[in-house]
């Protein structure tokens, strides 16, 4: 699976099927779509594969979140170059904006608005920067950078 895991996120459907996604400090984002048994590489087309975190959406599990590189400061921490969703499960990819974030740490989308989606962005090695909210414009704007 690529290296240490530094994000999980999964939805259990109606059926009682179990989808994952696992996102790797330095490997991309894996999914499966059989409880765990078998994984298979979706953000591999991405440019960068450090992964700090991974949301769904809990109006539309569809709906996926991807915040690039690890939060783990240590001596081989790979930096990330924003934020991307998927609209359909991960198989496609946009980038959302914080292109000069280098690590997100967590997202969380609001549970009663999808265009509502919040970002712990902790930035560059060792400097604090606030939390983004992306509601309808893109993130890099609301951030300030």
């Known amino acids: 699976m690529s290296g240490r895991v530094s994000a999980i996120a999964a939805n259990r459907e109606s059926s009682g099927k179990l989808t ?4 790797a400090a330095s490997g ?3 999914k499966s779509d059989d409880s765990g048994t ?3 590489p979706i953000f591999d087309e ?6 700090g975190s ?3 959406d809990p109006r539309n599990p569809k709906n996926v979140w991807v915040g690039t590189g690890e939060c783990w400061t240590r001596n081989s921490v790979s930096i990330g170059n924003g934020i991307y ?3 359909d499960g991960g198989e496609t990819w946009s980038k959302s904006g914080l292109d000069k974030s280098e690590r997100i740490g967590q997202i969380i989308v609001s549970p009663k608005s999808s265009d509502t989606v919040y970002a ?3 930035g560059a090695f060792g400097v604090t920067r606030l939390i983004a909210a992306y ?11």
């Open 120 to 122: 712990a962005v902790p």
């Open 38 to 40: 078998n994984y298979r």
């Open 46 to 51: 991405q440019p960068v594969q450090s992964i």
């Open 20 to 23: 994952i996604f696992v996102g």
């Open 85 to 87: 969703k998927s609209t």
């Open 54 to 56: 991974i949301a769904l």
């Open 28 to 30: 991309g984002v894996w």
């Open 135 to 145: 509601t309808k414009r893109p993130m890099a704007a609301r951030l300030g950078t």
